[in-house]
T-cell receptor, first 111, second 115 residues
Framework: KQEVTQIPAALSVPEGENLVLNCSFT??????LQWFRQDPGKGLTSLLL?????REQTSGRLNASLDKSSGRSTLYIAASQPGDSATYLC??????????FGSGTQLTVLP | NAGVMQNPRHLVRRRGQEARLRCSPV?????VYWYRQLPEEGLKFMVY????????ESGMPKERFSAEFPKEGPSILRIQQVVRGDSAAYFC?????????????FGEGSWLTVV
């Protein structure tokens, strides 16, 4: 059974800092991994989807890496902005139809 | 708005009443998923449906909960005789195929409060 852990649970940084969010998963036989963003009282927005054949994926100031052998993924946010404040969720497939989510990292970027 | 549409966004029910949550997937998507987010917990898979078929309901509580995705109309998550512990955010998602390798699209959620 897939288990996903995210560290830290909460993070507060000043605007402009680069930061790294961590995700670990127990079953390394995954074919992809996704990072989502959730704003308070809102749904989830997919940020990045990394296929198992890829080592990283980039979108704007976001870069996600995947290391299946160690069961880890990181989300790197460059030059953070207050608008980046949200909860970031990592999700790994349990099966082809189920995602297992971590509990998230609540990010606050201070102006 | 071509995204996943859920309604109602907020629902208050008294203990023992029924709650019905509706989800219209992205146009053209035939696969629907329901997830539940309990307070202070992560999202948990409940059920995966295709048109007129329940494919995987391994995350669905055995009693009081049911889901359907009819040939016409939205997917419905139905909770009978609600209890306080059912208070949660219920998220619907859709995809054009199985979620493997494909991004799935989430709705804004339906927040159920049981009083």
């Amino acid at each position: 059974k897939q288990e996903v852990t995210q560290i830290p649970a909460a993070l507060s940084v000043p605007e402009g800092e680069n930061l790294v969010l961590n995700c670990s998963f127990t079953d390394s036989a995954i074919y992809n991994l996704q990072w989502f963003r959730q704003d308070p009282g809102k749904g989830l927005t997919s940020l990045l989807l990394i296929q198992s054949s890829q080592r990283e994926q980039t979108s704007g100031r976001l870069n996600a890496s995947l290391d299946k052998s160690s069961g880890r993924s990181t989300l790197y946010i460059a030059a953070s902005q207050p608008g980046d404040s949200a909860t970031y969720l990592c999700a790994a497939p349990e099966t082809a139809r189920q995602l297992t989510f971590g509990s998230g990292t609540q990010l606050t970027v201070l102006p | 708005n071509a995204g996943v549409m859920q309604n109602p966004r907020h629902l208050v029910r008294r203990r023992g009443q029924e709650a019905r949550l509706r989800c219209s997937p992205v146009k053209g998507h035939s696969h629907v998923y329901w997830y539940r987010q309990l307070p202070e917990e992560g999202l948990k898979f409940m059920v995966y449906l295709q048109k007129e078929n329940i494919i995987d309901e391994s995350g669905m509580p055995k009693e009081r909960f049911s889901a359907e995705f009819p040939k016409e109309g939205p997917s419905i998550l139905r909770i009978q005789q609600v209890v306080r512990g059912d208070s949660a955010a219920y998220f619907c998602a859709s995809s054009p195929a199985g979620s493997s390798g494909n991004t799935i699209y989430f709705g804004e959620g339906s927040w159920l409060t049981v009083v």
